[in-house]
Nanobody, 133 residues
Framework: QVQLVESGGGLVQSGGSLRLSCAASGRSFEITYGSYGMAWFRQAPGKEREFVAALSWVSSSTDYTDSVKGRFTISRDDVKKTVFLQMDSLKPEDTAVYYC??????????????????????WGQGTQVIVSS
């Protein structure tokens, strides 16, 4: 009942930029989206899925993995119900499939670990990002 649809991936050269979008919908999300935690993860071929960035919908507080700090920015639009990941100064090591994720229990968690994939109940299909040298 919560759907996440990513878009905005593509092929760019090192140093370039991309803006990923994650459109969220569904009755449950419409009612309680302010309590959600949203995140972006990525997975490169042969590697485990890794955390990229997370956001608290109601407060806009954010978390980033160290490798993207200063280069990536996560944000959201309340009207469009969309989460964005602005990616600047892209590097070849950023190449991966990027996934949007939603945690409906973020507000009530007593032990929040936004970097852990198993805390998210909903996932999008992913969007491919390829960064060439």
């Amino acid at each position: 009942q919560v759907q996440l649809v990513e878009s905005g991936g593509g092929l760019v050269q090192s140093g370039g930029s991309l803006r990923l979008s994650c459109a969220a919908s569904g009755r449950s999300f419409e009612i309680t989206y302010g309590s959600y935690g949203m995140a972006w993860f990525r997975q490169a071929p042969g590697k485990e899925r890794e955390f990229v960035a997370a956001l608290s919908w109601v407060s806009s507080s954010t978390d980033y993995t160290d490798s993207v700090k200063g280069r990536f920015t996560i944000s959201r639009d309340d009207v469009k119900k969309t989460v964005f990941l602005q990616m600047d100064s892209l590097k070849p090591e950023d190449t991966a499939v990027y996934y949007c994720a939603a945690d409906p229990f973020f507000k009530t968690r007593v032990n929040r670990r936004p970097a852990e994939a198993n805390q998210y109940s909903y996932w999008g299909q992913g969007t491919q990002v390829i960064v060439s040298s």
